[in-house]
Antibody
């Protein structure tokens, strides 16, 4: 069965770029009509959707983050990635990767999440 | 401030029924399907309800969803202590561009 696993640095300095990767196992990242997304959750707070991307590169972004977000897909590694630039302490959060079963579907399958702290 | 409005907390006794509301607008709930998620302490959210009222495989029928106009409701019957969690609604929004939005979350306490 399909599983998602986030990976990346747990600590990022202010003003630098946060980079995370999600590895998809148990299936192909380019199969079906799946979109692959990122969602974050600051400690003790609610969920915020960051964006989602198709293996071809077509993507949707949260307007509040769009100017700082880059998402990409590496089909050869069955991975997709998130880059968030110019981070501040407000970007400290648990970052989840997730699957959307099609373009405008809900995120239905989630990774376990990875905590990223922005601090000098 | 979340685009979708949920009560911060609800509570009920074991065995009872509880409902959680999610209020939005015509740019989100009014024209899109609503989903609900359960987040147990220390775990990733799990999809409970999708397309307003459908349950993924493995979700008991104690959980139900409904939608009317620009509001949606999650219902849980036969409350168990294991249901104590945070619950989030979510849907697509098209006010600025097309993007997914979550409610602020509701903490369910089973007394």
């Amino acid at each position: 069965q399909l599983q998602l696993q986030e990976s990346g640095p747990g600590l990022v300095k202010p003003s630098e770029t946060l980079s995370l990767t999600c590895t998809v196992s148990g299936g192909s990242i380019s199969s079906n009509n799946y979109y692959w997304g990122w969602i974050r959750q600051p400690p003790g707070k609610g969920l915020e959707w960051i964006g989602s991307i198709y293996y071809s590169g077509s993507a949707y972004y949260n307007p509040s983050l769009k100017s700082r977000v880059t998402m990409s897909v590496d089909t050869s590694k069955n991975q997709f990635s998130l880059r968030l630039s110019s981070v501040t302490a407000a970007d400290t959060a648990l970052y989840y990767c997730a699957r959307h079963v099609h373009q405008l579907a809900q995120p239905d399958l989630w990774g376990r999440g990875t905590l990223v702290t922005v601090s000098s | 401030q979340s685009v979708l409005t949920q009560p911060p907390s609800v509570s009920a006794a074991p065995g009872q029924k509880v409902t959680i509301s999610c209020s939005g607008s015509s740019s989100n709930i009014g024209n899109n399907y609503v989903s609900w998620y359960q987040q147990l302490p220390g775990t990733a959210p799990k999809l409970l309800i999708y397309d307003n009222n459908k349950r993924p495989s493995g979700i008991p029928d104690r959980f139900s969803g409904s939608k009317s106009g620009t509001s949606a409701t999650l219902g849980i019957t036969g409350l168990q202590t294991g249901d104590e969690a945070d619950y989030y609604c979510g849907t697509w929004d098209s006010s600025l561009s097309v993007y997914w939005v979550f409610g602020g979350g509701t903490k369910l306490t089973v007394l």
